[in-house]
């Protein structure tokens, strides 16, 4: 069943940012757009490259108005080191959510009970705290953030233009399109 358009639920998890341990809710969601990306594991191989990527794009989507989360079954400890370890995790500057008890993963459904890992999933919520777009890959299928940063500007868009929607490879500032019958047939 989609998350999509649905309220995110609650959970209260251990974060890692700005070189402190802080507590996280689903209530620090509420008020701002949020980006959330799941990813298997700490010291791996394709997170590293992501989060690295996710964090080239962090400026751009806060200008958005967005906050981004990293979030994986590891704990808040294992978060620190690994920041403390990496060259590529040492740059992220958004909270890394910790989620040992897995109830983070099942509020998002993206839990691999078998492996005790997050797939990885992508989230886009909106300031009243919904779901607007999912995106679950297999774990070896790196994610890019400039097509992230496309899809928060559409939901933005469309938030503020609820008659409007916003066709296949869209970019802020290109026509969109208004649902009705005079397009049927005609694109």
């Not at 209530?27 to 590293?48: I, Q, T």
């Not at 989230?123 to 009243?128: C, K, M």
């Not at 929607?165 to 208004?178: F, H, I, Q, S």
């Amino acid at each position: 069943m989609s998350l999509v358009g649905k309220k995110i639920g609650e959970f209260s998890v251990q974060a890692y940012h700005d070189l402190e341990f802080k507590t996280v809710t689903n209530e620090d969601f509420l008020g701002k757009w949020n980006v959330l990306v799941f990813y298997p594991a700490d010291f791996s191989f394709v997170c590293p490259t992501e989060l690295e990527d996710l964090q080239e794009h962090y400026t751009t989507l806060k200008a958005l108005g967005a906050e981004v989360y990293s979030a994986s079954t590891d704990t808040h400890f294992v978060h620190a080191a690994w920041h403390m370890d990496s060259p590529k995790i040492g740059k992220i500057e958004y909270p890394m959510l910790a989620d040992p008890s897995w109830n983070l993963s099942r509020v998002f459904d993206v839990l691999d009970e078998e492996e005790g890992l997050a797939q990885r999933g992508t989230f886009i919520i909106d300031p009243d705290g919904v779901i607007q777009a999912v995106e679950i890959t297999a774990d070896g299928i790196g994610r890019n953030a400039s097509q992230l940063v496309n899809k928060v500007k559409a939901a933005q868009f469309i938030r503020q233009h609820p008659d409007q929607v916003c066709p296949a490879k869209w970019a802020e500032g290109e026509n969109t399109l208004t649902p009705g019958l005079e397009l049927v047939n005609h694109l």
